[in-house]
């Protein structure tokens, strides 16, 4: 046997192996990809997902604020009318007892 039969007879089965383990990662590789673009997908779905709710919550949220801008403001204005009824109150009772010491003072 020459050097360049020996040679050949070592690397030939040396490189079949490593065709084979290239063959194995590029499977490796392509199962990878196949997951990734399902996470991808994944990802997509939950984020429209998130999308939706945050709108939907965002319009409740704006709902509600509304609402209670509202309430506030008719608490707001039965807070003044019953002010105004107090005060008056108050006037009515100050005007009958300065009426009554002066009265008195007669």
Avoid: C, W, Y
């Amino acid at each position: 046997m020459d050097l360049f039969e020996k040679i050949k007879e070592f690397l030939i089965p040396e490189l079949e192996g490593i065709k084979k383990e290239i063959s194995h990662i590029k499977d490796l590789i392509a199962i990878t990809n196949k997951r990734i673009d399902s996470i991808e997908l994944q990802i997509i779905d939950l984020s429209r997902r998130i999308d939706g709710l945050r709108e939907e919550l965002t319009d409740k949220i704006e709902g509600v604020r509304e609402e209670l801008t509202n309430r506030i403001e008719e608490v707001r204005t039965e807070l003044k009318e019953d002010i105004a009824k107090v005060d008056e109150k108050v006037d009515r009772t100050q005007e009958e007892l300065t009426d009554k010491i002066e009265g008195t003072k007669k």
